[in-house]
């Protein structure tokens, strides 16, 4: 199969714009000796989690074909986020290469896993090729794109990604926070939502106030507010469009944010 039509099969909103630009530059030779593999009879068109990305545009205009190149797009955008806050720090850990890695095996499947590291590694190369300035700017251009088709939810879960990756080592260093925060400012997002996944997963009563984006002294009117936005804003139906495995993820997170809540309701004699 030509490398352009399979391009287009997975671009999904992906079709202009700086995200596809930067597609086009990174996706060119990654590809070439994985595609017969990949287009298959038994697999073209499809994603079941094993087979990798789907090539099939024979059925476009489909609602599962927009889904598909909807969840393709997710990918790659998570993958030009992820290249950005790896480097954040000047270095590139083993811990959260792997972190990556295992994120790409559970919700995309083992071919996935392997294409995507290919991806993140070139992306690491046109960093290095342009400079950090000019690939911060691509970033940030990107990351408009996402949020002029993404909605609410899915930038979360992105962003959610974002963390658990730059806690892979153990320590978050501030140039990646600082890092993650100015996606969340490119994407029309509040920086503070960056805090907020910071605190998820934790079991002390400030981390679950920061979760929920509120200070100790709120009142219980102002925490029921800011624990039913989040609780809305954040269900996993939201991502349901991205595959059941994106949504499973985006279940883990409301797990934790309801965890964050029933800690303060405890506190508070809810």
């Known amino acids: 199969m030509a490398l352009g039509k399979w391009i287009g099969g997975i671009l999904g909103f992906m079709s202009g714009g700086p995200l596809g ?25 499809t994603f079941d989690g094993h087979s990798g990305w789907s090539t099939n545009t024979s059925y476009s205009g489909s609602t599962a074909s927009a889904d598909q190149g909807q969840r393709n797009s997710f990918l790659f955008s998570l993958l030009v986020l992820a290249s950005y806050i790896i480097k954040a720090d000047g270095k590139v850990m083993h811990s959260e290469m792997e972190t990556v890695r295992n994120m790409l095996r559970q919700n995309f499947g083992e071919i996935a896993c392997q294409q995507g590291d290919q991806i993140l590694r070139r992306l690491f190369d ?27 939810s899915q930038l ?77 804003e954040h269900h996993p139906d939201k991502v ?6 994106i949504r499973k993820a985006a279940e883990k997170k ?17």
């Not at 029933?262 to 506190?267: E, P, Q, S, T």
């Open 21 to 45: 630009a930067l597609a086009g530059i990174v996706l060119g030779g990654v590809f070439d000796s994985m595609l017969d593999a990949v287009n298959t009879p038994e697999t073209q068109g």
């Open 126 to 152: 046109q960093q290095k090729r342009v400079g950090a300035a000019a690939f911060r700017t691509t970033v940030a251009d990107c990351c408009r794109q996402m949020a002029h088709n993404m909605n609410y």
């Open 156 to 232: 979360m879960q992105l962003l959610n990604f974002l963390v658990l990756i730059a806690q892979a080592d153990g320590h978050v260093e501030a140039s990646e926070v600082a890092a993650m925060k100015e996606c969340a400012q490119w994407m029309g997002l509040s920086a503070s939502e960056i805090d907020s996944l910071l605190g998820l997963g934790k079991d002390d009563l400030d981390s679950a106030y920061r979760v929920l984006g509120v200070s100790p002294s709120a009142t219980d009117d102002e925490v029921k507010r800011a624990y039913r936005r989040l609780a809305l």
């Open 240 to 245: 349901a469009a991205l595959g059941e495995d």
């Open 254 to 270: 409301f797990q934790e944010i309801n965890a964050a809540k029933d800690r303060i309701w405890k506190a508070r004699g809810l």
